[in-house]
């Protein structure tokens, strides 16, 4: 799966097969592969997982006590042209239930830069 951030158009968004910030659903014990794709030409993004929903504050990891990310890409640079800065995860999720997405980015998620993940049989 390509998660692409940012892209044009879409400011600050999520962005999967055409979809923006969509409900990702995927069948536990499933091995995901999600290839984040940073096409912001002025910011830096991230791509993180936890299983703590919304709402988000600024630092939605920061002294909120609702659990750090299961995993996530490291802040990924700005474009410049068509190079775009990438990272490659590889995760089994959690059995059941929802998990959320989010950018790690000052305000971000707490502006609507998230989505969820369901994870069902």
Do not use: K
């Not at 999967?16 to 030409?41: C, F, I, K, M």
């Not at 990272?87 to 059995?95: A, E, R």
């Not at 971000?108 to 998230?114: E, I, T, V």
């Amino acid at each position: 799966m390509v998660v692409l951030l940012s892209p044009p158009g879409h400011d600050d968004r999520f962005v999967v097969d055409g979809l923006v910030n969509p409900a990702l659903h995927v069948r536990e014990d499933l091995r995901l592969t999600v290839s984040v794709v940073n096409e912001d030409p002025t910011d830096t993004h991230s791509w993180a997982i936890s299983n703590a929903g919304p709402p988000y504050n600024a630092l939605p990891m920061m002294g909120s006590g609702r659990g750090l990310p299961l995993w996530g890409s490291t802040m990924l640079g700005e474009a410049s042209g068509n190079q775009f800065w990438s990272q490659n995860l590889s995760f089994t999720l959690p059995v059941g239930g929802t998990s959320w997405y989010f950018c790690l980015h000052y305000g971000y998620a707490a502006d609507g830069m998230y989505g969820s993940v369901v994870v069902s049989s």
